[in-house]
């Protein structure tokens, strides 16, 4: 069964730090992966994905992340974070199974 | 473009009675439909998913029921909330790679 591990349930960074959010996943193959951001009381929005190909994807609002097939990893990045980065991020893979599997999320703070 | 409505945005109910959330999804047919639970701190927990009208498939044995009446339309009910019925409810359809798009969510306070 496919599974995907966020170690870090909240992580503090100050403005205009760089900032890396780790994922781990578990799975056969190679899955579908996926970020995701979370403001409060509001849905997700997809930030960026992997599906094949070049393995450092850009995404929406300055992120990126980085597939490592060697360590089953797909780690988020961003070089300079901004307040309104502020917010809920998931991990997410997807196997083949129609269902998505979520991380437990990692909670971002930042300090101006 | 495909869009997700969900509704009610929040919901106040007291123990013991009924629930009936509702999720439409524009601008695709036969999408994955899902509903998610998350409670503060754990992630999101998958209730019911959907393939296709009146398919049906449970995750965790629980207190609801999910139906889909409709190819675009996927409903979460109970006859008879608990306290544990708390949380925050999104529905999602995804596409045929695993890119699900989210609604805004339903805040439960089950009092």
């Known amino acids: 069964a496919q599974s995907v591990t966020q170690p870090d349930i909240h992580i503090t960074v100050s403005e205009g730090a760089s900032l890396e959010l780790r994922c781990n996943y578990s799975?056969?193959?190679?899955?579908?992966l996926f970020w995701y951001v979370q403001s409060p009381g509001q849905g997700l929005q997809l930030l960026l994905k992997?599906?094949?190909?070049?393995?450092l994807v850009q995404g929406i609002k300055g992120f990126e992340a980085e597939f490592k097939r060697s360590q089953s990893s797909f780690n988020l990045r961003k070089p300079s974070v901004h307040w309104s980065d502020a917010a809920e991020y998931f991990c997410?893979?997807?196997?083949?199974?129609?269902?998505?599997?979520f991380g437990r999320g990692t909670s971002l703070i930042v300090h101006p | 473009s495909q869009t997700i409505h969900q509704w009610p945005a929040t919901l106040v109910q007291p123990v013991g009675s009924p629930l009936s959330l509702e999720c439409t999804v524009e601008?695709?047919?036969?999408?994955?439909l899902y509903w998610y639970r998350q409670a503060a701190g754990r992630g999101l927990q998958l209730l019911f998913y959907?393939?296709?009208?009146?398919?049906i498939s449970s995750e965790v044995p629980q207190n609801l029921s999910a139906s889909r009446p409709q190819d675009r339309q996927f409903i979460l009910s109970s006859k008879k909330l608990l306290l544990s019925d708390s949380g925050f409810y999104l529905c999602?359809?995804?596409?045929?790679?695993?890119?699900?798009?989210f609604g805004q969510g339903t805040r439960l306070t089950v009092v």
């Open positions: 997410a893979v997807e196997g083949g199974s129609y269902i998505p599997t």
């Open positions: 799975y056969g193959a190679t899955p579908y």
């Open positions: 999602a359809w995804a596409s045929g790679q695993g890119e699900a798009f």
């Open positions: 959907s393939v296709g009208i009146g398919q």
């Open positions: 992997y599906f094949s190909g070049d393995t």
């Open positions: 601008g695709t047919s036969n999408p994955n």
